[in-house]
């Protein structure tokens, strides 16, 4: 099991690339299914049953279709099991890291009343997270710099977000 994940811990350590992943569909498939599974767990707390797996799934849809238009552009698309791989596996360990977080929010009513140590911590593993999809992009697209797979990985999570928030808006009176 742990061969199976050491890969990814690297890869959320910056010490290895999506190149060395497999360019396995069944390792995509598990990586699809663990980031569903961490992504409902980590949606629970916010919203209904139905909307934190139609949250998830937008999600998931959004980050592969994302990964598939920035390979094609850059003229690569035979990376996309790996880098589509790589992503969701360290999507997956950090919002297991960001379970305890989460799951500290879900009381509170106003800004205020969320302790400090949460709200760093959130911005921490926010940070950590965008700099290791950046990572990963810059690998998987032959950029030069983290920086500008970093600017790719907060593109996407504003897309997220925005489209979260349409998919919530559209759903809850």
Not at 40 to 50: D, E, K, N, S
Not at 139 to 153: D, I, K, M, Y
């Amino acid at each position: 099991m742990y061969a199976l994940i050491k890969p990814f811990i690297q890869l959320t350590f910056m010490q290895k690339g999506p190149e060395d992943l497999p360019a396995s569909a069944m390792l995509l498939w598990l990586c699809v299914i663990a980031y569903l599974l961490v992504g409902l767990i980590v949606a629970l707390p916010f919203y209904p049953f139905q909307l934190a797996i139609l949250q998830t799934g937008l999600e998931l849809a959004l980050l592969a279709g994302y990964t598939a238009l920035l390979l094609s552009w850059r003229g690569v698309p035979g990376r996309f099991n790996q880098t589509l791989s790589a992503l969701l596996g360290v999507g997956v360990i950090l919002g297991l890291l960001m379970l305890p977080l989460v799951y500290n929010l879900r009381g509170a009513e106003t800004p205020t009343e969320i302790p400090v140590y949460i709200t760093v911590g959130y911005l921490v593993l926010l940070g950590w997270l965008l700099t290791t999809y950046g990572n990963i992009l810059r690998s998987a697209l032959g950029l030069q710099t983290v920086a500008g797979g970093v600017a790719l990985a907060v593109l996407y999570l504003m897309l997220a977000a925005i489209a979260g928030e349409m998919l919530y808006t559209a759903i809850m009176p």
